[in-house]
């Protein structure tokens, strides 16, 4: 008889202690990501590495070039034009995602609310995000030229009997109001699908202890959507600082230059030669774009955590 005790089986850890096994991509999957990748590198990653290039030469888009270090570069900073669309590139997405994000939030807030017909008249609030842009600039161009002055001059308002489009303070007011009025339903859906994933036991608890509508906002339904509202401000100030063919439409940049966007300040290099020296303003702008993508994959990564 062996004195010897038999070795006791290893002890097996808790399912949620075991390592995860490491899966190799399907090929299939690999297969089916492979035009998509090649049409990006082709279209869109090529041609940023080849435009970052160019700008630090002397290039007019074709023919002979010659390397000038930072000079565009330098030559940008400096330049009013490019400070002033740059400005109002970025003053024209604040105030626009302010007002997109407070409306939006307030129409989401109404058509998640027990009204009749409220499935119908989300269908009806949609509709601008589907319209063409340029087309919209143009019908809301007509309205700002000479549907509204002549309805000023009819009541004797004096204000807005000339078109605001002609006054270089106030045309970008028209550019922000065409803006949000297209950006509007595509914010919110987003906040749409955020109120519907509030349990409604939240409610009708608060309710049971005295809770209002307003404190019910204030306590419930504001806290519970800040993830939302920072998703949502993110997309809507990356989409409007590549503001163009509304601005196109609506302004083509005057009076004067006092509306002309980044995206519209280097397309109109393109055609003065400028093709060097708009690279170098296109790359800050890529840069400039490329932190607030950071900022919105870290921000929704601690909303997954």
């Known amino acids: 008889m062996s004195l010897t005790s038999p070795e006791a089986p290893a002890a097996t850890p808790p399912a949620g202690l075991r390592p995860t096994p490491k899966r190799r991509p399907d090929k299939t999957h690999l297969f089916f990501l492979l035009p998509t990748l090649i049409a990006f590198t082709l279209c869109i990653a090529l041609p940023a590495v080849m435009g970052i290039f160019f700008s630090f030469t002397n290039s007019v888009g074709y023919g002979e070039w010659d390397f000038v270090g930072l000079a565009n570069y330098e030559l940008m900073f400096t330049d009013p034009a490019i400070m002033a669309s740059f400005w109002f590139t970025i003053w024209f997405s604040a105030v626009t995602v302010i007002a997109t994000n407070l409306i939006a939030f307030l129409l989401a807030v109404g058509l998640t609310a027990q009204i009749r017909a409220r499935v119908p008249m989300r269908a009806i609030f949609v509709i601008p995000m589907v319209v063409s842009p340029i087309i919209i600039a143009f019908v809301f161009q007509f309205l700002f030229a000479k549907t509204l002055p002549t309805a000023a001059q009819a009541v004797g308002f004096g204000p807005l009997e000339d078109s605001i489009l002609a006054n270089p303070n106030l045309a970008w007011l028209s550019i922000v109001i065409v803006t949000a009025w297209q950006a509007?339903?595509?914010?919110m859906l987003i906040y749409i699908a955020g109120l519907l994933a509030i349990p409604g036991d939240l409610y009708e608890a608060s309710a049971l202890d005295g809770a209002g509508p307003w404190k019910q906002m204030k306590m419930i339904t504001i806290p519970l959507m800040a993830s939302y509202i920072v998703i949502n401000v993110i997309l809507t100030f990356k989409g409007f600082l590549n503001a163009y063919d509304i601005i196109i439409g609506l302004t083509d940049g005057g009076p004067g230059?006092?509306?002309?966007?980044?995206?519209?300040?280097?397309?109109?290099?393109?055609?003065?030669?400028?093709?060097?020296?708009?690279?170098?303003?296109?790359?800050?702008?890529?840069?400039?774009?490329?932190a607030i993508a950071v900022v919105q994959l870290r921000l929704m990564r601690r909303k997954d955590q």
């Open 184 to 187: 509007v339903p595509g914010a």
């Open 257 to 290: 230059t006092s509306t002309r966007s980044v995206a519209m300040t280097i397309f109109s290099g393109f055609e003065t030669g400028d093709y060097a020296y708009q690279m170098a303003t296109a790359t800050i702008f890529f840069l400039i774009t490329l």
